[in-house]
């Protein structure tokens, strides 16, 4: 999973005497008994493309429409640039908001929906023209003016919906499954149009998605949710690489999970008691661990390789036999299943168009990978 | 399943239902009014010369009469009478709109438990006969009614408000009776209405008394025209209310049909008038038809 930024994008959350565009502090969220948001802490800083990342129910929908000023929070406090707007109704915000539906308005066309939110702050009309022509040539939609919405195929609208949402230059844009009602190639062309219209304009993107491949495409940083609670907030490559929590490990991508308790750290070397695994394992995490403590071990599937031998000096190889193989055209899925009965996954890329020797069922394999190819989870 | 092929598709037969009841129970009585409507008046019964006589054996004259259309014209009488039906149906409707509009708004946007008891207590007056509701409203508004006993019983007045017989009673029926007509098309078209809508011009910067003007009453026009609609057209012609709550002074097309038709026995006068209602009326429908295609266009 690449990310299509062409720069390394500025790490403005490493810098921690700037004041985040958007302060989250400890807000609540209740409906009844139900907690949708709970207790959840956050900041978001100028220029970021952040996604609110989840599954359906965890809570980022809620989240989104309390920084829009749809929801009130039950608890906590939001600010955005400094100014506590917890209070604040939807239209005295600095924030423009992308529905889910577009909500474009079908009684007004194309030009007069983009036009709508400059006419309510009362913008003089040769500026508000001249406005509404510079957005619609950035989402590329300027021989659609005097369309109506009901005219509009779905990609076109979703554009009306971003130059409406645009329009008004605000501080925030928020975009609540921005690319979810297209199609799956239109959806991979616009993430990198957004993208591209992000870093023109300079304006923090919120964006919410269930989908992770949208999230770590486009994405500066991620904050993956779960029960109204963020679970882990880092980088797209973080994220996939160094993920904190099991729930996090098992959200993004695949992953191998393996339960065992520490035997002995040197430096920053764990090595693991892993009964599943047939053995101890050996791992590289500079946090310090106490001896005896549960952990779980994470690897990704692309990180184990097929070795040819046993190498006595080497760490974490396991004998195995393929029980299953998905053939995905770009990369072939194994699943291996071990002595204890466990079961590992692993994947190659299907390199050349006929192997000489193609791994095939019941076959048996050593695997291996390197300490720095897996991860250690406490949570 | 050959015998399919020789029959006309099931969806044409459906449509000719609604066009074969249209084409008995409207054109063909309109048609007949429009022919007495042409006619002389004589005393007998039926109380009109037939058009088409028979002079002589075999020999048939057909003789048009236009005297009861000029008639209509020259006696201002009867454009008055226009007059005054499109002035209470007017006020009346407009009425209807003010009062029925946030009664509508307010149900369509109660808890969705409330929503059909309240709609309830819209259609429950309709249980009850129409006249039986309009001579109430007599017991209540008369000199010695209940209104004028609770009024002077709370010393708010000494004397009883003559209410009864003047025109403010005519739209008192009126409005009373025609309310409904208005309530449940525009429930029907607030509840429909997307709220995101809504949300999203809050979202860019259009505070809630703008969110009803620029969104939801755009929007909602469709079901403002046909409540409109429903009653505008049936008052225009309303003689019951009218002849019951009115006085010698309210007067209105509906009431003088039935005094050329009854009193006066001069059907082709009171034809000629229900036919020249029948065009008044035609026009505001052929503006609805425009309308609804707009908003037709624009929901699509």
Redesign the interface.
């Known amino acids: 999973m690449a990310s299509v930024r062409q720069f390394k994008p500025e790490e403005p959350w490493q810098a921690p005497e700037g004041e985040p565009i958007v302060r989250i502090e400890n807000v609540t969220k209740r409906f009844g008994s139900f907690y949708a948001v709970d207790d959840v802490s956050l900041h978001i800083h100028q220029g970021e493309f952040f996604s609110l990342l989840g599954s359906s129910g965890c809570g980022k929908t809620t989240l989104l429409r309390m920084l829009a000023g749809f929801e009130t929070p039950t608890s906590g406090r939001i600010f955005i640039d400094g100014q506590d707007v917890t209070d604040i109704p939807p239209y005295e915000r600095p924030v423009n908001m992308m529905f889910q539906s577009y909500a474009l308005f079908p009684h007004m066309n194309v030009a007069d929906n983009i036009a709508f939110g400059l006419k309510q702050e009362g913008m003089a009309k040769a500026e508000r023209q001249e406005r509404v022509a510079e957005m619609m040539a950035l989402v590329q939609i300027d021989k659609l003016a005097q369309r109506k919405p009901h005219q509009l195929s779905g990609g076109q609208r979703q554009r009306v919906a971003l130059a409406r949402a645009l329009a008004k230059h605000p501080k925030i844009l928020l975009l609540d499954e921005p690319l979810g009602a297209l199609d799956k190639k239109l959806r991979e062309q616009t993430q990198f149009e957004l993208v591209n219209i992000q870093e023109r304009l300079g304006i923090t993107f919120i964006v919410v998605t269930h989908d992770q491949e949208e999230a770590m495409t486009m994405s500066s940083r991620i904050a993956l949710m779960h029960e109204g609670r963020i679970e882990q907030v880092d980088p797209p490559r973080r994220l996939y690489e160094f993920p904190s929590t099991r729930y996090a490990a098992s959200f993004i991508g695949s992953v191998n999970l393996f339960e065992g308790y520490v035997v002995q750290q040197d430096d920053d070397q764990v090595l693991v008691q892993c009964d599943e695994a047939g053995g101890q394992l050996l791992v590289r995490h500079s946090q310090p661990l106490v001896p005896g403590m549960e952990v779980t071990l994470a690897l990704r599937p692309e990180k184990v390789r097929v070795i040819s031998h046993l190498d006595a000096d080497a760490p974490n190889q396991l004998r195995g036999v393929i029980k299953e193989i998905a053939y995905l055209g770009d990369v072939s899925i194994y699943h291996v299943e071990l002595a204890s009965g466990k079961r590992v996954q692993f994947t190659q890329s299907n390199v050349q168009a006929l192997a000489e020797q193609p791994l095939t069922w019941d076959e048996e394999v050593l695997l291996g990978w390197s300490a720095n190819s897996c991860g250690v989870l406490t949570e | 399943m050959k015998l399919k092929q020789y029959l006309p598709p099931a969806r044409n037969l459906i449509i000719a239902v609604p066009w074969f009841w249209l084409a008995l129970f409207f054109l063909l009585p309109f048609l007949f009014v429009l022919k007495i409507s042409l006619s002389e008046p004589i005393l007998a019964q039926p109380p009109y010369l037939d058009l088409i006589r028979e002079i002589e054996d075999g020999f048939v004259t057909i003789v048009v009469n236009f005297s009861n259309y000029q008639l209509l014209l020259e006696d201002s009488l009867y454009l008055s009478a226009l007059l005054g039906s499109l002035k209470v149906a007017t006020v009346s409707t407009l009425l209807c709109l003010l009062i029925g509009y946030p009664m509508a708004y307010a149900i369509a946007r109660s808890p969705s438990h409330w929503r059909l008891p309240l709609l309830m207590l819209i259609i429950l007056p309709f249980w009850t006969s129409f006249l039986i509701r309009i001579y109430a409203w007599i017991g209540i508004l008369k000199g010695n009614g209940l209104l004028n006993n609770l009024l002077m019983g709370l010393g708010l007045i000494d004397s009883p408000l003559e209410i009864m017989h003047t025109p403010l009673a005519v739209y008192i029926g009126v409005v009373y009776n025609y309310l409904p007509f208005v309530v449940l098309p525009l429930y029907a078209t607030l509840i429909r209405l997307?709220l995101?809508?809504l949300?999203?011009?809050?979202?860019?910067?259009?505070?809630p008394w703008?969110q009803f003007l620029?969104?939801t009453l755009?929007?909602s026009m469709p079901g403002v025209l046909a409540g409109a609609m429903l009653v505008f057209i049936p008052v225009m012609g309303e003689f019951v209310i009218p002849d019951l709550l009115g006085g010698p002074d309210t007067l209105m097309l509906g009431k003088l049909m039935w005094i050329e038709f009854f009193n006066n026995k001069d059907w082709p006068l009171a034809s000629s008038l229900a036919a020249l209602l029948l065009v008044a009326l035609i026009l505001p429908f052929v503006l609805l038809r425009h309308f609804e295609r707009r908003a037709e266009?624009?929901?699509?």
């Open positions: 997307d995101t809508l949300e999203a011009a809050a979202d860019l910067g259009c505070r703008k620029l969104i755009p929007l266009e624009a929901a699509a």
